[in-house]
């Protein structure tokens, strides 16, 4: 295929079509990876392996509506009126639908207060998906024909693994990410038409039912690495003059667990550049090791997870000058796709605003008693029921830990299957007389078949 675009040396100027914005939300509690290993019975001896520290803990009261909300609010607030009003696209990307017709964009849409002159739209593809829907932004703005608009991405996701899932539940994550996209790319100027793409029908990985996942866990993994090969070889063929060491300072890859990570960065430069065992070592630490901060303390975001790499970086390098950074993405099933963008000062400027480190900071530590009591009713968060009520204020004797000052929206039921929310604070939730959590088995709790159950990549 003959090159079509030359990225070499371009700089993020004013003007840049990509990511305007980009903000995290990744719950209020974490349970550190060591102790679900000890919990489970789980061989200490593949803990290192995986490169994880800490997984986010969602509660009953938060779901993916809550997820993506969170999330975006801090960017819309930081919008005056006429910004807001240039957002024209919602999309919502997600594996955690809530319902099979009605789009978790439509509630993010009516708790966000954004104008109803708004396309809604909600994207699946595993961990792909949210990239499909950065893409499909991008062009749209790049397009022109509407010009000074703005599309706001946002990938949510909940997990539903428990000791079925055996060592996948120590690694997966939940919460949300948030991107804003138009024509002033204050944190990544995308290179347009600069990306390879790379798909195929697989059963790696699946989410049959609303309450468990299923997974061939090496055919996961071989696709994810087949699929970054291939991704990448198509990205080179269509940009002039690209090398995979020389061409991007730094690189952010769907993060499953930062351990595949290693992997996969290691497989790459074997290939592509035919690195000894210590250049592997020296450029892992240097191009991909500031990606992995983030991941490795919150689990797999499922297709956020490639953007929290990418706000890993922004946060915990050193800013010199101007950086390109070579992004994979990959969803099980499967689909892929390697692209890029241009950061520098102003990006870590612009990032600073949110404060992702602050937050991941102020999460608090569940003890595995706690995580367990927790995890029956966050099973069912996406089952369909025409009623249900979810006590917030049950939780405020766990909640009153956590850091977090900031109003939140949470889940508070179903009525005649549509779902419930209202905004809170912390204060208000703590206030109330809560009690311990009793760990109970409802009488839909169904255990599955042991073998059948397992989580890959997603």
């Known amino acids: 295929m003959e090159s079509t675009a030359n990225i070499t040396g371009s700089e993020k100027e004013h003007g840049s079509i990509g990511i305007e914005a980009l903000n995290v939300y990744c719950g209020l509690a974490y349970i550190p990876v060591r102790a679900i290993f000890e919990g489970r019975g789980l061989d200490l001896g593949r803990l290192g392996n995986l490169m994880m520290e800490k997984r986010s803990i969602g509660f009953p009261f938060e779901d993916p509506v809550t997820n993506a909300v969170n999330a975006a609010m801090p960017i819309i607030e930081g919008l005056d009126a006429d910004e807001r009003n240039r957002i024209e696209i919602v999309i919502t990307s997600s594996e955690s639908g809530v319902d099979y017709s009605k789009s978790i964009t439509s509630y993010v849409h009516e708790y966000t207060g954004l ?62 990410v948030a991107i804003l996209i138009g024509d002033q790319a204050r944190v990544m100027a995308v290179d347009l038409g600069a990306f390879g793409n790379y798909s195929f029908e697989t059963m790696d990985s699946a989410r049959p039912s609303p309450e468990f996942d299923i997974a061939d866990v090496d055919r996961s993994l071989f696709a994810y690495l ?24 730094y690189l952010a890859l769907h993060t499953p667990f930062a351990g595949l990570v290693k992997a996969a960065h290691r497989k790459m430069m074997k290939e592509f550049a035919n690195a000894s065992p210590q250049q592997v070592d020296q450029d892992f630490t240097q191009r991909v090791k500031p990606s992995l901060e983030y991941p490795s303390v919150v689990g797999n975001l499922c297709s956020g997870s490639v953007y929290l790499a990418l706000a890993s970086i922004i946060d915990c390098i050193q800013h010199t000058g101007t950086s390109r950074v070579g992004l994979f993405s990959y969803g099980s099933g499967c689909s892929s796709e390697f692209f890029s963008g241009v950061i520098d000062r102003d990006s870590a400027a612009a990032q600073a605003r949110f404060g ?22 966050n099973l069912c968060c996406l089952r369909p029921v025409e009623n249900r009520e979810v006590d917030v204020e049950r939780y405020g004797w766990l909640v009153e830990r956590a850091g977090r000052k900031a109003d939140m929206l949470v889940l508070t039921g179903v009525k005649k299957f549509h779902r419930q929310y209202k905004w809170t604070s912390i204060f208000d939730i703590t206030s109330q007389d809560s009690k311990p959590i009793q760990r ?9 078949d042991v073998g059948q159950v397992q989580t890959g990549l997603r």
């Open 356 to 377: 992702v480190g602050a937050h991941l900071q102020s999460r608090f530590e569940l003890t595995f008693e706690e995580y367990t009591g927790l995890l029956q009713e």
């Open 115 to 176: 104008s109803r002159n708004c396309r809604l739209i909600e994207v699946k593809q595993a961990c792909y998906a949210a990239t499909a829907a950065l893409q499909m932004a991008v062009a749209y703005v790049a397009s022109g024909i509407s010009p000074g608009s703005k599309v706001l991405v946002i990938a949510t996701d909940v997990s539903l693994v428990n000791q079925r899932a055996g060592y996948s539940e120590p690694v997966m994550g939940t919460g949300a």
């Open 440 to 448: 109970r088995i409802e009488p839909w709790v169904v255990e599955k």
């Open 226 to 249: 087949d699929c970054l090969s291939h991704s990448f070889e198509e990205y080179r063929s269509k940009v002039n003059g690209v090398d995979f060491v020389e061409t991007f300072d």
